[in-house]
């Protein structure tokens, strides 16, 4: 869709309301508090009986004269430093709190409260619509190293390292703040038990973890933030910081709402104009496959799972998954609001008004969105040139896969 052609095509009104007696009171899906009082936004001077999203492309020529982050000190920051590939050097001792780093190439609200609830959030959701925290082999008569890649604020970490007290839980991330013993410098130390180390790194730099360490490598939700570009150098790192033998897990998803409205069809277009403009392929998720293919990896397999977003299913169970996981995208969306409403030059108003929108269209269009799992193991005879020989792809993952913590 070009952006020209918003408008025409997208005639929907933006503003629900909800009738109460003769007066009619707008709500916002971004309250904090689901119960305290709704915000009106009768009194505005503007047309509510079509607010239709006044985007032209001199906005948008205009958008392009300025930095897109100036403003959002923090908020979400996109800043790819790949070309700062050798600031880490490879031998530089493991886990020192004193070594260089470069600056991160992406952060959420660091430190914000609502971030971190948003983090928690989706991790129990998907934990609880996932079947499981982790889908490979893990054994639990030895000690065994799993590093948790772009472990975010760590809530994976802790119920893996909760789960296998046996196994060392090594939590990665872009973000830095003052040394502390436990984490490395890291800002989690509230979520910490003994069996955790968090360290400092950039998914787009090498990553000073030794070759053929880890037993289990596990990656969640980095697609929205992953450069296309990187991807390749990302899986050639973890392969070789993986064990001989050792199982990589990839769960992620494209953001592509399936069965959309006018509505959310505008939303998808918006994060593709958003993602791509830092590098993003919107549509890479099921191209991991070859990728891992190309990096080495061997017995690939693949699990796509629909997830409702509302409470349309007829199904109790699906009901039930959709209630939560529109949750999820509600704060999302909240998450996204401050990068968007930049990138996408439309007003905090104008992007309330389409969320309000959105999240009835969930329900109304029964909307869903797929979420695939990627499982696969580095061959035992892996070396450097990793040849495409003998390696095997499965197309699925079993329904009684183990492990599902």
């Given at each position: 869709?070009?952006?020209?052609?918003?408008?025409?095509?997208?005639?929907?009104?933006?503003?629900?309301?909800?009738?109460?007696?003769?007066?009619?009171?707008?709500?916002?899906?971004?309250?904090?508090?689901?119960?305290?009082?709704?915000?009106?936004?009768?009194?505005?001077?503007?047309?509510?009986?079509?607010?239709?999203?006044?985007?032209?492309?001199?906005?948008?020529?205009?958008?392009?004269?300025?930095s897109s982050f100036s403003?959002?000190?923090?908020?979400?920051?996109?800043?790819?430093?790949?070309?700062?590939?050798?600031?880490?050097?490879?031998?530089?001792?493991?886990?020192?709190?004193?070594?260089?780093?470069?600056?991160?190439?992406?952060?959420?609200?660091?430190?914000?409260?609502?971030?971190?609830d948003r983090q928690l959030?989706?991790?129990?959701?998907?934990?609880?619509?996932?079947?499981?925290?982790?889908?490979?082999?893990?054994?639990?008569?030895?000690?065994?190293?799993?590093?948790?890649?772009?472990?975010?604020?760590?809530?994976?970490?802790?119920?893996?390292?909760?789960?296998?007290?046996?196994?060392?839980?090594?939590?990665?991330?872009?973000?830095?703040?003052?040394?502390?013993?436990?984490?490395?410098?890291?800002?989690?130390?509230?979520?910490?038990?003994?069996?955790?180390?968090?360290?400092?790194?950039?998914?787009?730099?090498?990553?000073?973890?030794?070759?053929?360490?880890?037993?289990?490598?596990?990656?969640?939700?980095?697609?929205?933030?992953?450069?296309?570009?990187?991807?390749?150098?990302?899986?050639?790192?973890?392969?070789?910081?993986?064990?001989?033998?050792?199982?990589?897990?990839?769960?992620?998803?494209?953001?592509?709402?399936?069965?959309?409205?006018?509505?959310?069809?505008?939303?998808?277009?918006?994060?593709?104009?958003?993602?791509?403009?830092?590098?993003?392929?919107?549509?890479?998720?099921?191209?991991?496959?070859?990728?891992?293919?190309?990096?080495?990896?061997?017995?690939?397999?693949?699990?796509?799972?629909?997830?409702?977003?509302?409470?349309?299913?007829?199904?109790?169970?699906?009901?039930?998954?959709?209630?939560?996981?529109?949750?999820?995208?509600?704060?999302?969306?909240?998450?996204?609001?401050?990068?968007?409403?930049?990138?996408?030059?439309?007003?905090?108003?104008?992007?309330?008004?389409?969320?309000?929108?959105?999240?009835?269209?969930?329900?109304?269009?029964?909307?869903?969105?797929?979420?695939?799992?990627?499982?696969?193991?580095?061959?035992?005879?892996?070396?450097?040139?990793?040849?495409?020989?003998?390696?095997?792809?499965?197309?699925?993952?079993?329904?009684?896969a183990p492990n599902t913590?």
């Amino acid at each position: 869709m070009r952006r020209s052609s918003w408008r025409k095509s997208f005639s929907t009104t933006f503003s629900r309301t909800t009738h109460d007696k003769n007066s009619f009171t707008s709500y916002s899906y971004f309250d904090d508090d689901d119960t305290s009082p709704r915000t009106s936004l009768g009194s505005e001077e503007e047309n509510l009986e079509n607010p239709s999203i006044k985007v032209t492309e001199s906005v948008y020529n205009k958008r392009k004269k300025k930095s897109s982050f100036s403003s959002l000190s923090n908020d979400i920051v996109f800043e790819s430093k790949y070309n700062n590939a050798d600031s880490i050097a490879p031998n530089e001792e493991f886990f020192s709190s004193k070594q260089r780093s470069p600056k991160p190439f992406w952060t959420y609200n660091n430190g914000d409260e609502r971030e971190y609830d948003r983090q928690l959030r989706q991790h129990y959701v998907l934990k609880h619509v996932l079947n499981g925290n982790i889908h490979v082999p893990i054994a639990t008569d030895k000690s065994i190293t799993i590093l948790d890649s772009a472990c975010g604020a760590g809530f994976w970490t802790l119920d893996m390292a909760r789960s296998y007290p046996n196994a060392q839980v090594i939590g990665l991330d872009a973000f830095q703040t003052e040394d502390s013993k436990q984490t490395n410098g890291y800002a989690n130390a509230t979520i910490w038990v003994p069996n955790i180390v968090y360290k400092y790194g950039d998914l787009t730099t090498h990553l000073s973890l030794p070759d053929n360490y880890l037993d289990v490598i596990f990656q969640r939700d980095t697609m929205s933030i992953m450069p296309h570009e990187r991807w390749p150098f990302l899986l050639d790192e973890l392969i070789r910081i993986a064990k001989p033998g050792g199982y990589i897990e990839l769960v992620e998803y494209d953001f592509n709402i399936r069965d959309p409205g006018p509505v959310l069809a505008l939303v998808n277009e918006w994060y593709k104009i958003a993602s791509t403009s830092v590098g993003v392929n919107p549509r890479e998720t099921m191209q991991l496959k070859s990728m891992l293919l190309s990096a080495g990896f061997q017995n690939i397999q693949e699990k796509v799972i629909s997830i409702p977003i509302g409470e349309w299913p007829t199904d109790e169970v699906e009901r039930e998954k959709g209630f939560l996981y529109k949750q999820v995208v509600k704060a999302l969306f909240k998450s996204m609001k401050a990068w968007w409403t930049s990138e996408l030059a439309v007003t905090e108003h104008e992007y309330d008004k389409v969320i309000n929108a959105a999240m009835d269209e969930f329900d109304e269009q029964r909307c869903y969105i797929d979420w695939v799992i990627y499982t696969a193991q580095k061959p035992l005879n892996h070396d450097e040139n990793h040849g495409l020989d003998n390696i095997a792809i499965d197309e699925t993952i079993s329904e009684d896969a183990p492990n599902t913590v």
